[in-house]
Antibody, heavy 120, light 110 residues
Framework: QVQLVESGGGLVEPGGSLRLSCAASGFIFSDYYINWVRQAPGKGLEWLSHISGSGTTIYYADSVRGRFTVSRDNAKNSLFLQMNSLRAEDTALYYC?????????????WGKGTTVTVSS | QSALTQPASVSGSPGQSITISCTGTSSDVGGYNYVSWFQQHPGKAPKLLICDVTIRPSGVSNRFSGSKSGNTASLTISGLQAEDEADYYCSSYSSTKTLVFGTGTEVTVL
């Protein structure tokens, strides 16, 4: 079935780096934009980035631009979020979400998320 | 990229209707018909309820409906049920080609 599975989360010290992955299955991965969205503990959803199916178009939220980099490997049906210069406020559950036919606001499939904790 | 404004909480009795507002600006909600609504139960991933202001994906109950007037979008839940108790988020495409979420609304079924 159509599925997204995030991995790579963990505990990292402030200033450190982490690389998250999002593995897709059940659909033609290269046909779809993908969003990264995060949710800090007890807080709301925050959009971080979206990447086109080809990987050539990428947009970032101001809060992560210059620190986070999104990429994808369509041959491996995988999406990546490289997170550098991590801060305590980056502590959150990180989701990848498939963008449906209606545009980047149309997130029709979500993973279960992977948890990132930034702490010394 | 300021978050869209939603009421922190809304409550209603079973069978009643409630409406959740989502206020943005002319650069996001007011400028595009690209508003979505998501439902999130505790410990679960968000679920798409409404897309393009009014469109319900297949499988979503017709008790959920969306609308928009100016810079404010709204989600109405009719015939409130216990299973509707959850957090609800709106989102909108913006003029900067990014996406912005609402602050979230906790719905309580009394």
């Amino acid at each position: 079935q159509v599925q997204l599975v995030e991995s790579g989360g963990g505990l990292v010290e402030p200033g450190g780096s982490l690389r998250l992955s999002c593995a897709a299955s059940g659909f033609i991965f290269s046909d779809y934009y993908i969003n990264w969205v995060r949710q800090a503990p007890g807080k709301g959803l925050e959009w971080l980035s979206h990447i086109s199916g080809s990987g050539t178009t990428i947009y970032y939220a101001d809060s992560v631009r210059g620190r986070f980099t999104v990429s994808r490997d369509n041959a491996k049906n995988s999406l990546f979020l490289q997170m550098n210069s991590l801060r305590a406020e980056d502590t959150a559950l990180y989701y990848c979400a498939r963008v449906g036919a209606r545009g980047v606001h149309h997130m029709d499939v979500w993973g279960k998320g992977t948890t990132v904790t930034v702490s010394s | 990229q300021s978050a869209l404004t939603q009421p922190a909480s809304v409550s209603g009795s079973p069978g009643q209707s409630i409406t959740i507002s989502c206020t943005g600006t002319s650069s996001d909600v007011g400028g595009y018909n690209y508003v979505s609504w998501f439902q999130q139960h505790p410990g679960k991933a968000p679920k798409l309820l409404i897309c393009d202001v009014t469109i319900r994906p297949s499988g979503v109950s017709n008790r959920f409906s969306g609308s928009k007037s100016g810079n404010t979008a709204s989600l109405t839940i009719s015939g409130l049920q216990a299973e509707d108790e959850a957090d609800y988020y709106c989102s909108s495409y913006s003029s900067t080609k990014t996406l912005v979420f609402g602050t979230g609304t906790e719905v309580t079924v009394l």
